[in-house]
């Protein structure tokens, strides 16, 4: 191999690593996002299934007439 060819593979390796690394660094943010959103999701999908279980209680002022 000549130098120039040993050189344009290295200058690619270099960009390849710098790529990888990059992507790397990416996933690794879109992980932490997905882990945080599934908590929300868990947070909301608890808070959904108590409002459906509680029935809601009304005081008599607030209770309507039979008639509305």
């Known amino acids: ?27 690794y943010r879109q992980e932490q996002e997905i882990q945080k959103l599934v908590l929300q999701l868990a947070t909301l999908s608890a808070r959904m299934d108590s409002m459906r279980s509680e029935p809601e209680q009304y005081t008599a002022e607030e209770e309507r007439p039979p008639h509305y």
């Open 1 to 27: 191999m000549t130098d120039a060819t040993t050189e344009r593979i290295e200058m690619k390796l270099a960009y390849l690593e710098q790529a990888n690394q990059e992507l790397s660094d990416v996933v």
